[in-house]
């Protein structure tokens, strides 16, 4: 029944920045640790962020330095603002709700990002 609302991916040009979004109603997102994830064709799911309950932040090597993960627990919602932006980032990006307090994870549905010129 919980279902997470991606929005922000799109087309876009070598250096440019979209910023991703992720709602998740019908969660205590407060309390919740917080990723983004990627999976590029014929490449395996991999971490890019992460943001636990506490505000703490993780960033696989590829991407540190330019993405940026955050979080609003007012709106229960979590934020991946992608700045310079290369081809390779081209993905399928998904939320997660990683479980915890109890409480099983959650998936988004992906929202594709495409970096080309």
């Known amino acids: 029944q919980v279902q997470l609302v991606e929005s922000g991916g799109g087309l876009v040009q070598p250096g440019g920045s979209l910023r991703l979004s992720c709602a998740a109603p019908?969660?205590?997102?407060?309390?919740?640790?917080m990723g983004w994830y990627r999976q590029a064709p014929g490449k395996q799911r991999e971490l890019v962020a992460r943001?636990?309950?506490?505000?703490?932040?993780n960033y696989s090597d590829s991407v540190k330095g330019r993405f940026t993960i955050s979080r609003d627990n007012a709106k229960n919602t979590v934020y991946l603002q992608m700045n310079s932006l290369k081809p390779e980032d081209t993905a399928v990006y998904y939320c997660n709700v990683e479980n915890g307090g109890g409480y099983r994870s959650y998936w988004g549905q992906g929202t594709q990002v495409t970096v080309s010129s």
């Open positions: 943001i636990t309950f506490s505000g703490t932040t």
């Open positions: 019908g969660i205590i997102f407060s309390i919740r640790n």
